[in-house]
């Protein structure tokens, strides 16, 4: 069965402080894997798509990579605005479907 | 590229009763999702929908549920008798013009099933 797996939970960083989220995945025959974030109450915003091991993308602070078995979410210098839970999903197969880990949901003090 | 908008925002119903939720595309796209969070809990595909056809439902997606286009704009699901569990977010995601990859959420309609 196609499984997504984000640590850690939930993380508390101050303003300036750089971390990473993680994403491990169990799937069939990689698509695509997806980050996204989602503040409260609204629908996940996306973020990155990334296909092949060894692939980055960048935006502002946030890089993301990709391995065969995980993907991280590397966060440079960052703000409160940054505070959000970041959702990973991962394409498998033949099929459409977006299979979404359970977020990790950052908070970011000044 | 524009994303979808959603109504109703929230929508309180009683157990039983029949809800209809709406997506409207900014644009004209052909591949549509409908996922599902409850409170809490991950995100969670419910349907596909291409080009006027459900392409893929998941085991969520019962005799209880159904989506249909039926103006070729808005995109709806219908859940005929609502169950307190059916409460939950309700997103309806749009994919791109030029391939099933990357897919652009809407607000989503938080459902009260009372």
């Known amino acids: 069965e196609d499984q997504v797996t984000q640590s850690p939970e939930a993380l508390r960083l101050q303003e300036g402080e750089s971390s990473s989220l993680n994403c491990s995945y169990t799937?069939?025959?990689?698509?695509?894997l997806f980050w996204y974030r989602q503040d409260p109450g609204k629908g996940p915003e996306f973020l990155f798509t990334?296909?092949?091991a060894g692939e980055e993308k960048e935006k502002e602070r946030l890089k993301a990579t990709l391995t065969k078995k995980e993907s991280f979410l590397h966060i440079t210098a960052p703000k409160p605005e940054d505070s959000a839970t970041y959702l990973c999903?991962?394409?498998?197969?033949?099929?459409?479907?977006?299979?979404f880990g359970t977020g990790t949901r950052l908070q970011v003090f000044p | 590229e524009p994303e979808v908008t959603q109504t109703p925002s929230h929508q309180v119903t009683q157990m039983g009763q029949e809800v209809i939720l709406r997506c409207v595309p900014i644009?004209?796209?052909?591949?549509f999702y409908w996922y599902r969070q409850i409170l809490g809990q991950k995100v969670e595909f419910l349907v596909s929908?291409?080009?006027?056809?459900?392409?893929?439902k998941s085991e969520i997606f019962d005799d209880q549920f159904s989506v249909e286009r039926p103006d070729g704009s808005n995109f709806t699901l219908k859940i005929r008798s609502t169950k307190l569990e059916d409460s939950a977010m309700y997103f309806c995601a749009r994919g791109t013009t030029t391939g099933r990859r990357e897919q652009f959420f809407g607000p989503g309609t938080r459902l009260t099933v009372l």
């Open positions: 799937v069939s025959g990689l698509r695509g």
């Open positions: 990334l296909y092949s």
């Open positions: 999903a991962v394409q498998a197969g033949n099929t459409d479907k977006l299979i």
């Open positions: 644009s004209n796209h052909l591949y």
């Open positions: 929908f291409y080009n006027n056809e459900i392409s893929e």
